[in-house]
C-alpha cells in the first residue's frame, strides 16, 4: 500500500533482523471528549498490588477511562473481593458500580489476580474472576479483568486485551512493533534499515503479513508471531504491496504490478500462482475483503481521481462507493460491514478521517486532526486507530466512530505509521 507518506529512501544497508527482546514501553495517554452517557463506577487499588510487578487495578482504571463509557468514583479504603459493599455509602457517592480485587503471589512464583463486580443501584452481586498467571502475563490479565467488565456493564465485547501492530522510524532504522492495545508492552517483531509498511493480521491473530524492502524492493512477506519465521508471499516482477487477509485466512489480496499498472490480485496464503481480479488500466490498489469474504473494497483513480470502488469475488464489474471530495484513499470496513472508513483531502494537504454508513450513504468526520493516515477498526466494532499528527506530534490516536471519545497514544520521539488492530484471540 502506498500512501501519501512513502517512506522511501532511508539509511540501508544492514538488512533486516528478527528481535525477540521486548519494545520499551514508549506511549502515554491523552483522552479527549466524553460520552453521552458515562456510567459512575468505583474501582481503587487492589489489595496485595504493591507486591506485584504490575498495578493491575491501574491497568484496568486506564482502561475503562479510554473506552470513554465511564466515569471513575472516589474509592472507599480497604475493599477487596471478599468485601460486602455498603450499598447505601456507595450511592451516597453517586456510584452505579464497583470492582474490587486482589493481587497474590503464589507459591510457584505466578500471581492470582482476582476481582469481582457488584451492580450498586440493584444491590446485586455480579459475578468475578481469578486469573492465575506468570508475572509476565500481569498486564493481559489486567487487561482481560477490564474487558470483563466492560462486556458485562455494556453488553459489548472489551478489546483491551488485543493487540495492535504498528511501524516506527527513528535514527535511521524502521521497527514493526506488536503491543497491547493501549501501545505498552509488546516486542519488536522486525527490525531493518529499509521500509516496513503495510501491516496486515491474520484472522486468528498469529501471523502478520507486511511489505518490506530489504531487498531494496517492495516483497510482501508473512511472519509467524510465535516462532518469528518469515516466509516470502509475492516477490514478481515489479512492486508487490498492500497484502489483505481474507476472513477465512485462506489468500491474501495484494497489488502487483507484474502485468505493467498496478492491480489486484488474490494470492493463497502460502504463495503460488497469484489471481488477477481488477482489469482496468487504471491504479487499483488497496484492496481489503468485505466480512462474508465475497467483495472485495479498494482504491482507483479509473475515474480520474483515486476514490474507493467496490466488486464481487464472483463476476462483475466495480461500483463506486465514495462520493464526497475528490480524494478517498485507504478504506476499512467495520466487522459487521456495515460502516466504512477512509481518509479523505480536503483542502490543499489536509487529510481526515472519514466514516461512510454504505446503506444510508451518510458520511461523517471521525477525527479533527487533518494529517491522518490509515484507518482501521477494533474487532468489536465500536473503535478505530489511525497515525497522525497532534500538536506537532506524531501520535497513534483512537476514536469512537462517531469522534466524541478520542485518545492520543503519544510517542517519544519516533515516526509512527501503518498502525493495524488486531483480532479477538490471544
Do not use: C
Request: proline fraction near 4%; glycine fraction near 14%; charge should be positive.
Amino acid at each position: 500500500m502506498w500512501t501519501r507518506r512513502e517512506w522511501i529512501g532511508a539509511a540501508g544497508g544492514l538488512g533486516a533482523g528478527l528481535l525477540g527482546g521486548s519494545a520499551a514501553a514508549q506511549f502515554r495517554v491523552e483522552i479527549s471528549g466524553v460520552g453521552a452517557t458515562q456510567l459512575p463506577i468505583v474501582l481503587g487499588r487492589f489489595r496485595g498490588e504493591e507486591g506485584a510487578p504490575q498495578a493491575v487495578s491501574a491497568i484496568v482504571r486506564a482502561d475503562l477511562e479510554r473506552s470513554g463509557r465511564f466515569r471513575i468514583v472516589d474509592t472507599p479504603a480497604g475493599l477487596d473481593e471478599l468485601s460486602t459493599p455498603a450499598y447505601t455509602e456507595l450511592r451516597s457517592r453517586g456510584a452505579d458500580a464497583l470492582v474490587a480485587g486482589s493481587v497474590t503471589r503464589l507459591s510457584d512464583g505466578r500471581f492470582d489476580a482476582r476481582y469481582k463486580l457488584w451492580d450498586v443501584v440493584k444491590g446485586q452481586d455480579q459475578g468475578g474472576q481469578s486469573l492465575a498467571v506468570p508475572a509476565a502475563d500481569l498486564r493481559l490479565a489486567a487487561h482481560r479483568i477490564a474487558d470483563a467488565i466492560y462486556e458485562k456493564l455494556t453488553g459489548e465485547k472489551g478489546v483491551f486485551s488485543t493487540r495492535i501492530a504498528y511501524v516506527t522510524r527513528g535514527g535511521g532504522r524502521y521497527q514493526l512493533r506488536i503491543t497491547d492495545a493501549d501501545g505498552e508492552g509488546g516486542q519488536v517483531a522486525l527490525a531493518s534499515a529499509e521500509p516496513i509498511i503495510s501491516p496486515s493480521w491474520s484472522p486468528d491473530g498469529r501471523e502478520l503479513a507486511y511489505v518490506s524492502f530489504e531487498t531494496r524492493k517492495a516483497v510482501v512477506w508473512v511472519q509467524d508471531l510465535q516462532s518469528g519465521a518469515r516466509r516470502q508471499l509475492a516477490n514478481f516482477k515489479g512492486t508487490n504491496s498492500a497484502p489483505a487477509w481474507s476472513p477465512d485466512g485462506r489468500e491474501l489480496a495484494v497489488t502487483l504490478s507484474r502485468e505493467g499498472g498496478s492491480q489486484v490480485f488474490l494470492i493463497g496464503r502460502d504463495g503460488g500462482s497469484p489471481r488477477r481480479i481488477t482489469h482496468s488500466s487504471a491504479i487499483d490498489t488497496e484492496a481489503v475483503f468485505s466480512p462474508d469474504g465475497k467483495q472485495i473494497y479498494f482504491v482507483s483513480d479509473r475515474g480520474g481521481s483515486p476514490q474507493i470502488y467496490r466488486q464481487s469475488l464472483g463476476g462483475g464489474g466495480a461500483e463506486r462507493v465514495t462520493f464526497q471530495g475528490g480524494y478517498n484513499i485507504s478504506p476499512a470496513l467495520s466487522p459487521d460491514g456495515r460502516t466504512l472508513a477512509y481518509v479523505t483531502r480536503l483542502g490543499g494537504n489536509q487529510f481526515r478521517v472519514m466514516a461512510l454508513e454504505l446503506a444510508s450513504g451518510q458520511v461523517s468526520a471521525v477525527s479533527d486532526t487533518s494529517d491522518d493516515e490509515r484507518p482501521t477498526f477494533a474487532p468489536n466494532g465500536r473503535f478505530l486507530i489511525y497515525a497522525t499528527r497532534s500538536q506537532g506530534r506524531e501520535v497513534l490516536m483512537t476514536s469512537t466512530l462517531d469522534g466524541k471519545i478520542r485518545t492520543r497514544l503519544l510517542s517519544s520521539g519516533l515516526d509512527i505509521r501503518e498502525p493495524v488492530w488486531g483480532p479477538f484471540g490471544r
